[in-house]
């Protein structure tokens, strides 16, 4: 079983669709969640960091964590062609030198 | 802010050649970076991580010799891929950790737009 599990999609939704994106995880050490998005042949861009169960809202995004379930969620409201990219979690143990487990990612197309 | 870049973006080399991949922190300074690899509609695999000033930890089935990375200042950090074989093709990314991040984000890496590797 892999640390962290992704489901890698595609997903395709209507432009102003709400998308849900998770990840599930078996180790209970992690503490602290990203959620990063890769536009194609580009690097990882971070869009949310948390480190504790609930919400993060950012814009229409939210970042949802559920540790008691060892489950991550990133929701985006009113989605946008421009949101069309691949979406990966991450999560690390702190202090344990940085080092962040991915998930596979989730291909996401936002169709006009 | 927390820019890191890449150069050169593409290379593409005869097979028997090495390569050299570098990895910068623009506006501030990096105590540890990593290198990882990413194949086509795959997640990253991490490959080494690189501290300032010490050698770098290497994860398990990757060749050290194979990928050196040397990280000689807070802002600059190089993979050389040598002698670089057709199955060494792939997509290299760096990332890098603000080393006056506050304790809550120690674990944030910023990384870099990638280079891609062909070896023909």
């Known amino acids: 079983q892999k640390e962290v599990e992704q489901d890698p999609g595609p997903l395709s939704v209507p432009e102003g669709a709400i998308v849900s994106l998770n990840c599930t995880y078996s180790n209970s050490a992690f503490q602290y969640f990203m959620w990063y998005r890769q536009y194609s042949r580009k690097g990882p861009e971070l869009l949310m960091y948390?480190?504790?169960?609930g919400n993060k809202e950012d814009g229409r995004f939210t970042a949802q964590v559920d540790k008691s379930s060892k489950y991550i969620s990133l929701f985006i409201r009113d989605s946008q062609p421009s949101d069309s990219a691949t979406y990966l979690c991450a999560m690390s143990v702190l202090n344990q030198g940085g080092k962040l487990i991915f998930g596979q990612g989730t291909e996401l197309s936002v169709k006009p | 802010g927390a820019v890191v870049s890449q150069h050169p973006s593409r290379v593409i080399c005869k097979s028997g050649t090495s390569v050299k991949i570098e990895c910068r922190s623009l506006?501030?300074?990096?105590?540890?970076m990593f290198w990882y690899r990413q194949f086509p509609k795959k997640s990253l695999m991490l490959m080494a991580t690189s501290n300032e000033g010490s050698k770098a930890t290497y994860e398990q089935g990757v060749e050290k010799d194979k990928f050196l990375i040397n990280h000689a200042s807070l802002t600059l950090s190089t993979l050389t891929v040598t002698s670089a074989h057709p199955e060494d093709s792939s997509f290299y990314i760096c990332?890098?950790?603000?080393?006056?991040?506050?304790?809550?984000?120690?674990?944030?890496?910023?990384f870099g737009p990638g280079t891609r590797l062909t070896v023909l």
């Open positions: 948390t480190y504790s169960s």
């Open positions: 990332s890098a950790r603000d080393r006056l991040a506050g304790a809550l984000s120690t674990d944030t890496q910023y």
């Open positions: 506006d501030f300074q990096a105590t540890t």
